[in-house]
């Protein structure tokens, strides 16, 4: 079975450019996760969707980042315009259902981003 | 919202010793805690989990320990070998629905001395 597959792995930008992943979940997920992990950190969440609906984007900034999930399969991470800040790895996941019903969430390799 | 803590940050050992991560949590509503294991440059994967009607769950070398009362929940490794080397997460999640995804701790670095 294809696991999360996120593509481009790497990306380097200069600031204020715009970026864009790609995230393809496991067939039959209908949660679908965007996670930022920033070095030696932890991952935290972006946002999560169930189907096409984003239901937790609260930690999401709006003012630069937009995602979407057309057709509740694949999505999209846009950020633009890029800031020096945002270099960091881009997680993708997905699991059958919530976390909180105890699927097992799987994550992608990542799609790991370098503004300079 | 959730939040957890890990300690500690690194963690060195003798190949066959055992090596122990705990985690605190916040949230008395998290019924949820999985560890994944991250290679450098690889993707976090799932090693082992526990729901809250249980309060351990063992797997060959792995166990995880959960006291709700407390709210922490610890990572055992035990005959630890150098393929054990990686950086360990927690995570917790909470039964409320607008709330059903994974908030990590801040790692822990494990390193298996040969």
């Known amino acids: 079975e294809a696991g999360v597959v996120q593509s481009p792995r790497y990306k380097i930008i200069e600031k204020k450019q715009p970026v864009a992943f790609w995230c393809n979940p496991i067939?039959?997920?209908?949660?679908l996760y965007w996670y930022l992990q920033n070095l030696g950190q932890g991952p935290e969440l972006l946002i999560r969707y169930e189907n096409e609906e984003a239901v937790d984007d609260s930690q999401l900034p709006k003012d630069r980042f937009s995602a979407e999930r057309l057709k509740g399969v694949d999505s999209t991470l846009k950020i633009q315009p890029a800031e020096l800040g945002d270099s960091a790895v881009y997680l993708c996941?997905?699991?059958?259902?919530?976390?909180?019903?105890?699927?097992?969430?799987?994550f992608g390799e990542g799609s790991w981003l370098t503004v300079v | 919202g959730e939040n957890v803590e890990q300690h500690p940050s690194t963690l060195s050992v003798q190949e066959g010793d055992s090596a122990v991560i705990k985690c605190t949590y916040s949230?008395?509503?998290?019924?949820?805690f999985p560890w994944y294991k991250q290679e450098l440059g690889k993707r976090p994967q799932l090693i082992i989990d526990?729901?809250?009607?249980?309060g351990e769950k063992k797997d060959q070398r792995i166990a995880v320990t959960l006291n709700k009362t407390a709210k922490h929940f610890s990572l055992h490794i035990t005959e630890t070998q150098p393929e054990d080397s990686a950086v360990y997460f927690c995570a917790a999640s909470s039964v409320d629905t607008g709330r059903r995804a994974l908030t990590f701790g801040s790692g822990t670095r494990l390193q298996v001395q040969p």
């Open positions: 949230d008395s509503a998290s019924n949820y």
């Open positions: 067939s039959g997920h209908n949660t």
């Open positions: 526990i729901r809250s009607n249980v």
């Open positions: 996941a997905s699991s059958p259902g919530g976390a909180g019903a105890g699927n097992t969430i799987y």
